[in-house]
């Protein structure tokens, strides 16, 4: 499977932007889809993006018009910019690659604190 490192999170006021990074071990081209979660200590784990091979993207209603996912095949890493940040969207984002055959593999996670 393959490897996924986040980085990017960090400490922002409400209303402010953040660009998260996906660093993966290997081709991510070949991938099925990658995407991002978050979690919440306590609450379940919520999907807040997805980018098929197809470059197609998927999004909550909670986060539409303020998330964008991206992906760069050349460097074999997928963003997520999010903007308009509020205090709900305190989480851990966690990376995530689908591949078929083998399933999903996870990134360690990132910590996204919205906080004035």
């Known amino acids: 499977q393959v490897q996924l490192v986040e980085s990017g999170g960090g400490l922002v006021q409400p209303g402010g932007s953040l660009r998260l990074s996906c660093a993966a071990s290997?081709?991510?081209?070949?991938?099925?889809?990658m995407g991002w979660s978050r979690q919440v200590p306590g609450k379940a784990l919520e999907s807040v993006a997805t980018?098929?091979?197809?470059?197609?993207?998927h999004y909550p209603d909670s986060v539409k018009g303020r998330f964008t996912i991206s992906r760069d095949n050349a460097v074999n890493t997928v963003y997520l910019q999010m903007n308009s940040l509020k205090p709900e969207d305190t989480a851990i984002y966690y990376c995530?690659?689908?591949?078929?055959?083998?399933?999903?593999?996870w990134g360690q996670g990132t910590l996204v604190t919205v906080s004035s």
């Open positions: 995530r690659a689908f591949e078929i055959n083998k399933g999903y593999s």
């Open positions: 290997a081709s991510i081209s070949s991938l099925y889809s």
């Open positions: 980018i098929d091979s197809d470059s197609s993207t």
